[in-house]
């Protein structure tokens, strides 16, 4: 079965493409096939593989709009068992016209569950990742998703911003995904700060099990993967960064086993 992971924060800036990447890159190096959906107008994602987004010409958006199927929109990249659906500009527009359509949170849920019917969705995990807003796309994905990944900094407005995505969850939960889950990210984490340690303690004091064991640290070798086009396994494979992302992969997974494993 394809499990349907979320990664989204209201907030900008909080390493939400690159966790995308990097653990979608760690889960392909692990031997899953890993679908990532790049939902941004701003289609850092798509340029982060390599793929020029003012030369697609079909992109997620077409999807949204009702012009293509998603197999007509999948691209390979470079990397062995990770694909990506492309995003460009339209994506700005579907933001803009999907709350006129029918059922419209439920779109793209629908279009996977097509192509899961056609036998053509051989993904054991597909990655939305989200725009920085709390708009028709970024609840289009939550409808979608079994888990809700919420990239976070060890910072107060961060921490405002994750207030807002928690509401988003129940407003969601309430509205047709009854099971979803979250899990609270530390990003750009800086151990040798004491504001970062304290809000850690903090956060798991509240939030317990929803918060990923592992956190990903500052690392200006993340911000070089991106502009080569390239996720932070295969550009620096031994940094620390790299490693604990592949530590986050197997986070994941697990959790992952044990949730099939109760459906059995």
Do not use: W
Not at 77 to 93: A, C
């Amino acid at each position: 079965m394809t499990y349907y992971i979320s990664i989204a924060n209201q907030k900008g800036g909080v390493a939400k493409t690159t966790s995308v990447i990097s653990l979608g890159s760690c889960l392909a190096k692990s031997g899953k096939k890993v679908l990532l959906v790049d939902l941004d107008a701003q289609a850092n994602l798509t340029m982060a593989l390599g793929i020029n987004p003012l030369k697609t010409h079909q992109s997620i958006a077409s999807v949204f709009l009702g012009m293509e199927s998603i197999n007509r929109v999948l691209r390979h990249s470079n990397i062995p068992g990770l694909d990506i659906l492309p995003s460009n500009t339209e994506m700005e527009m579907s933001e803009r016209f999907l709350p006129i359509r029918k059922d419209y949170e439920n779109i793209l849920r629908n279009a996977f569950m097509h192509s899961a019917l056609n036998g053509s969705n051989p993904y054991d995990y597909v990655l939305f990742d989200c725009p920085p807003s709390m708009g028709a796309v970024t609840t289009n994905a939550l409808q979608a998703s079994q888990m809700l990944i919420i990239p976070t900094q060890a910072e107060y407005f961060s921490l405002l911003a994750l207030r807002n995505m928690l509401g988003l969850v129940r407003r969601i939960r309430e509205q047709g995904n009854p099971n979803l889950i979250y899990r609270i990210l530390l990003t750009m984490f800086d151990m040798r700060n004491r504001v970062h340690r304290n809000l850690r303690e903090q956060l798991e004091t509240t939030f317990h099990e929803g918060l990923f064991h592992n956190v990903i640290g500052v690392d200006t070798k993340l911000r070089e993967s991106s502009l080569v086009g390239l996720p932070i396994t295969d550009y620096q494979p031994t940094t620390r960064a790299a490693l604990q992302y592949q530590a986050l992969a197997k986070e994941v997974n697990q959790h992952v086993h044990e949730y099939v494993a109760e459906l059995v």
